[in-house]
């Protein structure tokens, strides 16, 4: 069994020991991880890209500016987006998106970041991450008006109405541990709907560990669970679902695996 893990958070303040997490993704099957490169601040990147640059035959990075943080980047920040991303080993541009959850940023300057990086995806021909919650119309909206058709909806918990947009838009699905979790029917009917070849797994490590690691910090290990899972909804062998989501994760991103 090969797993590829489409979107993890490795940074040092969540573990002190990354080698380890890493021996234990690759014992557990997993054998490629797209590690996200999050803005966490004026100037601050966090260690993905660095990480993925020690680790290269394993981790692939992307960079973007989470809702989250909008309000808080600057032109440089933004410069220094461009200039990373241009890089060849940058796999995409994300993650990026809106989150009318929590509002950390207010919605105009959400939208705003959003189509900046929307951009500048398109001007680098790489796909886009893209971040959700709460926001579905508005999210589609944008990357219609943008011109984005090549990009994944990263821990997707929408319905199958919310699935049909990005699917329609040509966007591909990503699961979290969150599939796993109990009352989430409208999920499961979603990712019943969603066509196997458009799907792919991941942890969003350390958060939204999978069932039976709920409540503990996550790690790419642990998508296995998740993988187990979404075979059971789509009535396949976790096999034939590794095969199928590690194989369209190394189409999407332009991964060299194993």
């Known amino acids: 069994m090969r797993l590829i893990d489409a979107h993890c958070h490795l940074e040092r303040a969540d573990y002190e020991q990354v080698i380890a997490v890493l021996d234990r993704a690759r014992a557990a099957g997993v054998v490629h ?61 994300g993650e990026a998106g809106l989150d009318y959850y929590y509002d950390r940023s207010p919605r105009d300057v959400q939208a705003q970041v959003f189509r900046r990086q929307c951009a500048l995806a398109r001007k ?84 939204l560990a999978p069932v039976p690691h709920r409540g503990r910090k996550n790690e790419p290990a642990h998508v296995v669970e998740t993988a187990r899972k979404v075979a059971e909804l789509k009535g396949v062998s976790l096999e034939e679902l590794a095969a199928i989501t590690t194989k369209t994760a190394s189409g999407l991103f332009g991964l060299r695996v194993p």
Not at 171 to 191: M, P, R
């Open 33 to 93: 991880a797209v590690v996200v490169g999050q803005f966490q601040g004026p100037g601050d990147w966090g260690n993905a890209v660095e990480l993925a640059a020690a680790h290269p035959e394993f981790l692939s990075p992307t960079m973007g500016i989470h809702p989250h943080e909008a309000a808080r980047a600057t032109e440089e920040d933004f410069a220094t987006l461009e200039r990373t991303c241009a890089r060849p080993e940058l796999r995409a541009v």
């Open 124 to 207: 680098l021909d790489k796909p886009l991450v893209v971040h959700v919650r709460d926001a579905h119309e508005d999210c589609e909206g944008i990357l219609r008006e943008e011109g984005i058709r090549r990009g994944v909806i990263h821990c997707f918990t929408g319905d199958t109405a919310a699935a049909r947009r990005y699917l329609d838009l040509g966007f591909h699905i990503s699961l979290s541990g969150v599939v796993t979790y109990k009352k989430t029917e409208a999920l499961q009917d979603a990712v019943r709907f969603t066509p196997l070849d458009r799907l792919m797994v991941e942890t969003d490590s350390p958060f």
